[in-house]
């Protein structure tokens, strides 16, 4: 898909970590905040890297079944009073499911819920 007005490499400054692993869980894509976040681990030296390596049971075996079949994964976390929310989803290149995009980012701690009708 074209976009009109907009660098296709949009993600690459995104504030928050956009990670692509393909369906063996390689880690093919990085953008610049999940290379800083993920710094500590090895940031930028993760690329190419078994992403089923980097996470421990139960985690684990959820994104094995997402390697196997195009599933979706959502919740929020906390750390150090820190709220984000992670957003699992399948990568699909030519309508063919490729892996996996995981997109995560800080929540305001009071950010607004509205309920639309």
Same mark, same amino acid.
């Given at each position: ?7 296709? #490499?949009w993600?690459?400054?995104?504030? $928050?970590?956009?990670t692509?692993?393909? *369906?063996? &869980?390689?880690?093919?894509?990085? #953008?610049?905040?999940?290379? *800083?976040?993920?710094? +500590?681990?090895? &940031?930028?030296?993760?690329? &190419? =890297? #078994?992403?089923?390596?980097? %996470? ?6 959820? /994104? ?6 195009? /599933?979706?994964?959502?919740? =929020? =976390?906390?750390?150090? $009073?820190?709220?984000?929310?992670? @957003? ?5 290149? #030519? $309508?063919?499911?490729?892996?996996? @995009? ?10 607004? %819920?509205?309920? *639309? +009708?």
């Amino acid at each position: 898909m074209k976009m009109k007005g907009i660098d296709a #490499n949009w993600a690459d400054e995104f504030d $928050g970590a956009v990670t692509v692993c393909n *369906r063996e &869980g390689i880690i093919v894509y990085m #953008n610049q905040f999940s290379i *800083r976040q993920f710094e +500590k681990y090895g &940031g930028e030296k993760l690329l &190419g =890297t #078994n992403l089923l390596d980097c %996470h421990p049971e139960p985690s684990k075996t959820k /994104l094995k079944e997402m390697l196997a079949q195009p /599933l979706e994964n959502m919740y =929020t =976390t906390e750390k150090a $009073g820190v709220k984000k929310i992670i @957003v699992q989803k399948p990568w699909l290149r #030519n $309508g063919k499911f490729s892996g996996v @995009v995981e997109i995560s980012f800080q929540l305001d701690e009071n950010m607004p %819920h509205f309920i *639309r +009708k």
